[in-house]
């Protein structure tokens, strides 16, 4: 069974590869389901770390609908990842109606070229799972990253189950909540990849700072931070 560690910095990566890991996903911002490293994280996991790295392609947190110029910048980023030598990218997109975007995802696939393809857990957000399945065989995606639907794997197994035994061209890769006291039920049930990130919070600093840099108010998931026009405009006014 493979195993394949979501890893949200470069000491993750090379703490993964020690430990036995069979293959990275690279990410940063785990609180938010993951966005896509900097150039810098990508060219040192790519120089220190040699398993297999497949790079998470999101451009931000939020939803899984994006703009064209969105798509832009996600076929971009695939370009910086099959020039530096990766061997996958895990990316996706959803209609607002929370069904598969083929258009978009398809030209995601197309600029991945012959790097393996896995369609994360936008997935677990689609209504139309038995559809979305087959266009995603249809587009030739190696690997689909889910829940089963569910808050965790181990909630989602019999969803997951059903998924494997519909296709054979895709792989179901179990993620969200494995870890050593379920990862067997997994193997039992004839996966053959599991992900998971093994973290746990690591103490950097000796005491609380006075004021807390994280906003609450930017975490969600159906609404995005945008730079409102007026906003702007109104505070350049009062100071040029």
């Known amino acids: 069974?493979?195993?394949?560690?979501?890893?949200?910095?470069?000491?993750?990566?090379?703490?993964?590869?020690?430990?036995?890991?069979?293959?990275?996903?690279?990410?940063?911002?785990?609180?938010?389901?993951?966005?896509?490293?900097?150039?810098?994280?990508?060219?040192?996991?790519?120089?220190?770390?040699?398993?297999?790295?497949?790079?998470?392609?999101?451009?931000?947190?939020?939803?899984?609908?994006?703009?064209?110029?969105?798509?832009?910048?996600?076929?971009?980023?695939?370009?910086?990842?099959?020039?530096?030598?990766?061997?996958?990218?895990?990316?996706?997109?959803?209609?607002?109606?929370?069904?598969?975007?083929?258009?978009?995802?398809?030209?995601?696939?197309?600029?991945?070229?012959?790097?393996?393809?896995?369609?994360?857990?936008?997935?677990?957000?689609?209504?139309?799972?038995?559809?979305?399945?087959?266009?995603?065989?249809?587009?030739?995606v190696n690997t689909i990253l889910s829940s089963g639907q569910q808050r965790s794997a181990p909630g989602g197994i019999d969803f997951l189950v059903d998924l494997k035994a519909q296709n054979t061209a895709i792989e179901i890769m179990p993620g969200s909540g494995v870890n050593a006291g379920n990862v067997q039920m997994f193997k039992e049930q004839g996966f053959k990849a599991v992900h998971l990130s093994g973290t746990a919070m690591k103490q950097k600093l000796p005491s609380k700072p006075l004021i807390s840099m994280n906003s609450e108010g930017f975490l969600s998931d159906d609404h995005i931070a945008v730079t409102q026009f007026e906003n702007i405009k109104t505070v350049v006014s009062k100071v040029k």
């Open 1 to 140: 069974m493979i195993v394949e560690v979501c890893a949200n910095s470069l000491e993750s990566a090379m703490v993964a590869e020690r430990a036995g890991a069979d293959r990275i996903e690279l990410c940063t911002e785990l609180a938010v389901g993951g966005l896509t490293p900097s150039f810098g994280l990508l060219k040192a996991v790519r120089e220190q770390v040699s398993i297999p790295v497949h790079v998470l392609i999101r451009p931000r947190s939020g939803d899984f609908t994006y703009s064209d110029e969105e798509l832009h910048v996600m076929i971009s980023d695939i370009e910086l990842c099959a020039e530096l030598g990766f061997d996958g990218v895990v990316s996706g997109v959803l209609l607002n109606n929370f069904t598969l975007d083929i258009d978009r995802t398809h030209k995601l696939k197309l600029a991945a070229g012959n790097m393996h393809f896995t369609f994360h857990r936008a997935f677990d957000w689609v209504k139309n799972p038995k559809e979305a399945l087959l266009e995603l065989e249809r587009m030739r």
